[in-house]
C-alpha cells in the first residue's frame, strides 16, 4: 500500500510543475494581447506610419498627410515577423494552455483536492478564449461586409485597416470593435483565468484557505 504522505507530495509536485507551465503561458499571452493592441495604437495616433493608404467613409475629405515617421524596411520585416508570430502563438498557447489546466483538473479530481470549482470554471474560459482569438476572419468571403473576425490581427490586416477613417456607421463598429473591444474582452478573460485557476491552486496546496468559488477574492 502506498504511503499517503508520499502521495499527497506526489500529487504537489506534479500541480506545481503545471502550475509553473500555466503561469508561464499566462505571461506570454498577456505579452502577446499587449503587443498586438500596441502596435495597432501606434499606427493607429500616427506615431508610427506602417505604409498602406487612408481608407474609409471620410478619406477623401479628411485625409492628410501624416507626420508619422515611415517605418524603415528593415523594420517592416522585424514588425511583420512579430505580429505572424504572436498571432501563431496566441492561438497555439491558448491550446496548450486549456491542456494544462484540464491536467490539473484532472490530477484535482483523482487526488480528491479542493479547489476543483475554481480551476473548472478556469478551463471553460480557456476554451472561450481559444475561440475568441481563432482568426474566423479567414473563412469568410472577402467581400462579405459583416464577417466576425478572431482577436488577433495579421500585418495585412493592420496596414491596410490601421489609418480607416471612421464615422458614424455599421464599418466604424465594426472596426473599433475589431481593434479594441475584443482584444479588451479577451485580455479581460485571460486575467479572469489566471485569478481563479490562482485561487483553486492555492486551496489545493494548503495554500489558502477553501470558501466559495463565488465569493469574492482577497
Do not use: C
Not at 499566462?26 to 493592441?37: E, G, K, P, S, T
Not at 496546496?205 to 463565488?214: K, M, Q, R, T, V
Amino acid at each position: 500500500m502506498a504511503d499517503p504522505i508520499a502521495t499527497a507530495a506526489d500529487y504537489a509536485d506534479a500541480i506545481m510543475t503545471a502550475r509553473r507551465a500555466k503561469n508561464t503561458l499566462f505571461l506570454i499571452l498577456l505579452l502577446i494581447l499587449i503587443v498586438q493592441m500596441t502596435l495597432f495604437f501606434l499606427g493607429r495616433n500616427k506615431i508610427l506610419n506602417y505604409g498602406g493608404a487612408e481608407v474609409g467613409v471620410e478619406s477623401v475629405a479628411t485625409s492628410q498627410p501624416t507626420s508619422a515617421p515611415v517605418v524603415s524596411q528593415e523594420w517592416i520585416e522585424k514588425l511583420q515577423y512579430i505580429v505572424g508570430i504572436t498571432a501563431y502563438l496566441g492561438i497555439v498557447l491558448t491550446i496548450v494552455l486549456a491542456i494544462v489546466l484540464l491536467l490539473i483538473v484532472k490530477i484535482m479530481l483523482v487526488g480528491r483536492l479542493i479547489g476543483v470549482a475554481r480551476l473548472t470554471s478556469a478551463f471553460i474560459w480557456t476554451v472561450v478564449l481559444a475561440l475568441l482569438l481563432f482568426p474566423w476572419q479567414a473563412f469568410w468571403p472577402n467581400d462579405y461586409k459583416f464577417k466576425v473576425p478572431g482577436v488577433l490581427y495579421t500585418w495585412d490586416e493592420l496596414v491596410h485597416r490601421v489609418k480607416y477613417q471612421t464615422g458614424v456607421s455599421d464599418d466604424s463598429v465594426l472596426f473599433w470593435a475589431r481593434f479594441v473591444a475584443f482584444p479588451a474582452v479577451a485580455l479581460i478573460i485571460l486575467l479572469s483565468i489566471q485569478i481563479k485557476s490562482r485561487r483553486g491552486l492555492q486551496q489545493a496546496l494548503g495554500e489558502a484557505n477553501y470558501d466559495s468559488p463565488n465569493a469574492p477574492i482577497a
